[in-house]
């Protein structure tokens, strides 16, 4: 069965410096992948997902994430934090069997400090 | 697109009472899932539905708790009676699949509705 496991539920960085939120997968099909943010009080907005195209994928407001099939991770970075990056990060798979079903990782609260 | 729409976006009520939250999804979407949230138990699949029929009830935690989407542009989530362990933000979200020219499962969320159960 899929899984997903986020290692870190808290990450802190200052502004401008290196973000890497970390994911490790677990599937028995080759998987797509997905990273959600959260804002306070939102809902789940798809930052940037792996269809098995190019393994490095780039998504909204300067993040990206390489799927490495090796290492069965798919770890989120952004060269330079910013304030506004502040939030909960959620790495997702896709089950297998056709249903749309996503597993979600138990997230990653990102802070950010000046 | 107007996005997945939920209602209300907070509810407060008594234990006991029955609660009623409501969905919408993106027009033409085919897949329909609602999530809980709660800060001790993360993001919690409750059920989903393909084509107005429940796939997966097995999330759902108990008898209380029941779904229901009568046509594809509308589903609710009953909690009959509440109690104050519901409490929690719940979402939903809608997809569709690829035999109808979807893009790898990829799910759009509602704004949620926190619920308070006193």
């Known amino acids: 069965a899929q899984s997903v496991t986020q290692l870190g539920s808290h990450v802190s960085v200052s502004e401008g410096a290196l973000v890497l939120l970390r994911c490790n997968y677990s599937s028995s099909v080759p998987p797509y992948l997905f990273w959600y943010v959260q804002y306070p009080n939102q809902g789940l907005q798809l930052l940037l997902k792996?269809?098995?195209?190019?393994?490095l994928v780039k998504g909204i407001n300067g993040f990206e994430a390489e799927f490495k099939k090796s290492e069965t991770s798919f770890h989120l970075t952004k060269p330079s934090a910013h304030m506004s990056d502040a939030a909960e990060y959620f790495c997702a798979v896709s089950e297998s069997g056709g249903y749309n079903k996503l597993i979600f990782g138990a997230g990653t609260r990102l802070a950010v400090h000046p | 697109d107007a996005g997945v729409i939920q209602s209300p976006r907070h509810e407060v009520t008594e234990m006991g009472q029955e609660v009623t939250l409501r969905c919408k999804p993106i027009s033409g979407h085919d897949y329909l899932f609602w999530y809980r949230q709660t800060m001790m138990r993360g993001l919690e699949l409750l059920i989903y539905f393909n084509n107005n029929v429940p796939i997966d009830d097995s999330g759902m935690p108990e008898d209380r708790f029941s779904a229901k989407m009568p046509n594809a542009s509308f589903s609710t989530l009953k909690i009959q009676p509440s109690e104050p362990r519901d409490s929690a933000v719940y979402f939903c979200?809608?997809?569709?699949?690829?035999?109808?020219?979807?893009?790898?499962?990829?799910?759009?969320f509602g704004p949620g509705t926190r619920l308070t159960v006193t």
């Open positions: 979200a809608s997809s569709f699949s690829l035999n109808s020219g979807g893009s790898h499962y990829e799910q759009y």
């Open positions: 792996y269809t098995s195209a190019a393994t």
